[in-house]
């Protein structure tokens, strides 16, 4: 299968790219996703609605743990810094 060309796929349109546009400053931050098990290695399930709060109790106020599409599932997350130090 050949690439058909920019006006083919557009249908006789010129596409319409955005200027491209410097972002503020840059920034550093982590994120990470983890499934909450116990000590066998199996998902806690209901069980990790308490967890998650108990860990928001914890958590320093900048950071943030949210939950995701599985109750056992976690996003963490540091907050921004603007270098490594912080």
Do not use: Y
């Not at 058909?4 to 790219?17: A, E, F, I, S």
């Not at 108990?54 to 603007?82: H, K, M, N, S, Y």
């Amino acid at each position: 299968m050949q690439a058909k060309p920019l006006d083919d796929q557009c249908h006789g349109r010129t596409p319409v790219v955005p200027a491209w546009r410097p972002g503020g400053a840059f920034t550093l931050g982590a994120e990470d996703e983890v499934l909450l098990v116990d000590e066998k290695g199996q998902l806690l399930g209901e069980a990790a609605r308490s967890a998650v709060a108990e860990l928001r109790e914890i958590v320093p106020a900048e950071a943030a743990i949210e939950g995701e599409i599985f109750v056992d599932e976690v996003e963490l997350q540091t907050p921004c810094a603007p270098t490594l130090r912080n």
